[in-house]
T-cell receptor
Framework: DTGVSQDPRHKITKRGQNVTFRCDPI?????LYWYRQTLGQGPEFLTY????????KSRLLSDRFSAERPKGSFSTLEIQRTEQGDSAMYLC????????????FGSGTRLTVV | EDQVTQSPEALRLQEGESSSLNCSYT??????LFWYRQDPGKGPEFLFT???AGEEKEKERLKATLTKKESFLHITAPKPEDSATYLC???????????FGAGTRLAVHP
């Protein structure tokens, strides 16, 4: 297993366009998390899935954001009508259901909205 | 509200100059405190988990300790390759999410 994979690594988009990011978790992990990180800040929680069920969403996740995890495997995060304030690193992480040993993070997708 | 505060924001050390990073936390029922290392443009890399006050863990030049209100990451005789941002996090709301501090940016110069 190569860990948590995210694609693409970098995305530059024009304001108003839609973007979609993909995350492939560690295969035996049934929990998957999305975080957003801006420059100089720690990661901020966006949402998490247990298998295919989305169990919690942060207030940061506006109506323009949607996340899915079909069949409990990979996940996608879509941002509609992007704004300059959406520019950030989007991190995906996965864990076992008992997450006492913490999460494994991917390398992130860097989004730049111009 | 659960909260994590890290200090200092940035730290510059000479190679071999030992120091400590601080992580203060407020959480209802600590279920685990985590230290991660993050290199520029990459995701956080797990270092340690601490579960109860008095616990200590070591890895190479790093040693993490935990009290009821804070954790310290001690760096002994650092090398330039230890330069990174060090993040502290705690579980909030059961094991459903980690909340992070803003991190300490460490620069070690030869």
């Amino acid at each position: 297993d190569t860990g948590v994979s995210q694609d693409p690594r970098h995305k530059i988009t024009k304001r108003g366009q839609n973007v979609t990011f993909r995350c492939d978790p560690i295969s035996e992990h049934n929990r998957l998390y999305w975080y957003r990180q801006t420059l100089g800040q720690g990661p901020e929680f966006l949402t998490y899935f247990q298998n295919e069920a989305q169990l919690e969403k942060s207030r940061l996740l506006s109506d323009r954001f949607s996340a899915e995890r079909p069949k409990g495997s990979f996940s996608t995060l879509e941002i509609q009508r992007t704004e300059q304030g959406d520019s950030a690193m989007y991190l995906c992480a996965s864990s076992l259901a008992n997450a006492a040993d913490g999460y494994t993070f991917g390398s992130g997708t860097r989004l730049t909205v111009v | 509200e659960d909260q994590v505060t890290q200090s200092p924001e940035a730290l510059r050390l000479q190679e071999g100059e030992s120091s400590s990073l601080n992580c203060s936390y407020t959480v209802s029922g600590l279920r685990g405190l985590f230290w991660y290392r993050q290199d520029p443009g990459k995701g956080p890399e797990f270092l340690f988990t601490l579960y109860s006050a008095g616990e200590e863990k070591e890895k190479e030049r790093l040693k993490a300790t935990l009290t009821k209100k804070e954790s310290f990451l001690h760096i002994t005789a650092p090398k330039p390759e230890d330069s990174a941002t060090y993040l502290c996090a705690v579980f909030s709301g059961g094991y459903n999410k980690l909340i992070f501090g803003a991190g300490t940016r460490l620069a070690v110069h030869p």
